[in-house]
């Protein structure tokens, strides 16, 4: 077993709970001096740090939202000066700003040490060589992967993302052992072997980690028997730090949360309320180590639930459930609710593959109307019109069967969605746009 820093992922919860009291308060502290936003928010509520003597007062705060975050850009939720800090990151925030994220030195050494964390849960060691196929960029992916990589000793091939040709000639010339990217991405490799006839057993590959987008259960299925791998779920998001957040240990029965330096709590996104542990509601993370970038009680969107129950690989910190989809794209279509996901688990049942896909919600007539776009590949005989319409015809039932909704199902020529550079949202409601 490879627990990377056994004296806090198997800390007793007496202990955790005492080192997260005293870390929190020194953020609180913090942020109340350091950040306006912050202290205006608590004095709204007349709190001063001071006051918070046990976790509990924790749920008293008001929570932080990406808006709160865009509204601040660049740079004024930073808790320090900007000459403390050493490495500025952006995620895509809202459609107004993206969000900016700061480290200093020492953030930039606890994220290597998480990330090294979240590699060894899955088997990682400094005999691996580790292909990192995320973009190289502003986005926090492929840094925070590359350098708790090295953390660990491990080689790293800086791959980044596309030519997937070029990708597969890297993981077989060079020998990588463990492949890093979304499972998207993962599933296209797997379709490019195959076109190119490569078998995967050739490989010395062994695992993947993937992260970066919510995937289930079937997905991985399929990315373990195409690639001939075990793939490993991890979390992270660039508000609270980038990957490293929380992973799956061998077990694979939900993410370890690194709850040395994040406090998890999930609640219901309607009331933000608590919900009891087991059910699903909104992820929400306060930072504790954090100094450049520190969050208090931020609102990831991101659907899970929390298990408390200790672990058989023997760490201590709980674990969220894999995330199930995101509260703000649940799409309400006359007066159903749709989880672009569940729509995704029916297109990979059906066709036996997760294709790129986009939810379009219209106003057709003053009626509500629901579009799935799906990229068309070799798989779906695009030259073949007539098995395409009885394609699109069983996807249509079984949407109807599953979410009970008659949707109109369109394929799209191969890459005009582009879900390897995140430039096409999940779901596009125009409904919202003709209202305005
Ligand atoms: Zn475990």
Redesign the pocket.
Same mark, same amino acid.
């Given at each position: 077993m490879n627990v990377w820093d056994r004296a806090h992922e198997c800390m007793s919860r007496e202990e955790l709970e005492q080192l997260q009291l005293e870390r929190l308060q020194a953020t609180l502290n913090r942020v109340y001096r350091n950040v306006s936003f912050y202290k205006k928010a608590f004095d709204a509520i007349g709190f001063v740090p001071e006051d918070l003597n046990d976790l509990s007062g924790l749920s008293r705060l008001p929570f932080t939202t990406r808006k709160d975050l865009a509204d601040a850009y660049p740079y004024e939720m930073f808790a320090v000066p900007l000459r403390e800090v050493v490495r500025v990151h952006a995620s895509s925030g809202t459609p107004e700003n993206p969000s900016v994220v700061g480290y200093t030195a020492n953030d930039l050494k606890h994220w290597s040490e998480l990330v090294a964390r979240m590699l060894s849960a899955a088997g990682v060691t400094k005999d691996d060589v580790i292909q990192v196929a995320f973009a190289y960029g502003l986005l926090t992916g492929a840094f925070g992967l590359h350098y708790g990589a090295e953390r660990i000793g491990a080689s790293v091939i800086p791959s980044s993302v596309g030519n997937t040709q070029r990708q597969i000639r890297i993981l077989k010339d060079y020998r990588t052992t463990t492949l890093v990217c979304t499972p998207g991405y993962a599933m296209r490799i797997a379709q490019v072997l195959e076109e190119m006839e490569i078998d995967p057993k050739t490989l010395t590959l062994r695992r993947g980690l993937f992260g970066g987008e919510p995937w289930g259960d079937e997905v991985r299925g399929i990315i373990e028997a195409k690639l001939y791998i075990e793939a490993y779920d991890n979390y992270g998001l660039s508000e609270v730090m980038g990957p490293g957040v929380a992973a799956e !240990?061998?077990?694979r029965?939900g993410m370890?949360v690194y709850e040395d330096h994040f406090i998890p709590e999930i609640i219901d996104p309607e009331t933000g309320q608590a919900v009891p542990e087991g059910s699903v509601g909104e992820l929400v993370l306060t930072t504790i180590t954090k100094e450049a970038f520190p969050v208090i009680r931020f609102r990831t969107g991101d659907l899970t639930s929390m298990n408390n129950q200790r672990?058989? !690989?023997?760490?201590t910190v709980s674990?969220i459930g894999r995330i199930s989809g995101r509260c703000d794209e649940i799409i309400i279509i006359k007066g159903v609710n749709v989880y672009p996901k569940s729509i995704g688990s029916i297109l990979t049942a059906v066709t036996g593959t997760e294709p790129a896909y986009q939810l379009v919600a219209d106003a057709v007539n003053h009626q509500d109307a629901l579009e799935v776009r799906i990229e068309v590949s070799e798989r779906f005989f695009f030259d073949k019109m007539e098995r395409q319409r009885i394609l699109v015809e069983r996807l249509q039932k079984k949407i109807r069967d599953t979410v009970g909704l008659t949707a109109h199902v369109v394929l799209v020529e191969k890459g005009s969605i582009n879900r390897v550079d995140e430039t096409s949202p999940m779901v596009v409601d125009r409904r919202k746009r003709s209202t305005a």
């Open positions: !240990c061998e077990k029965d370890h672990c058989a !690989c023997g760490r674990r």
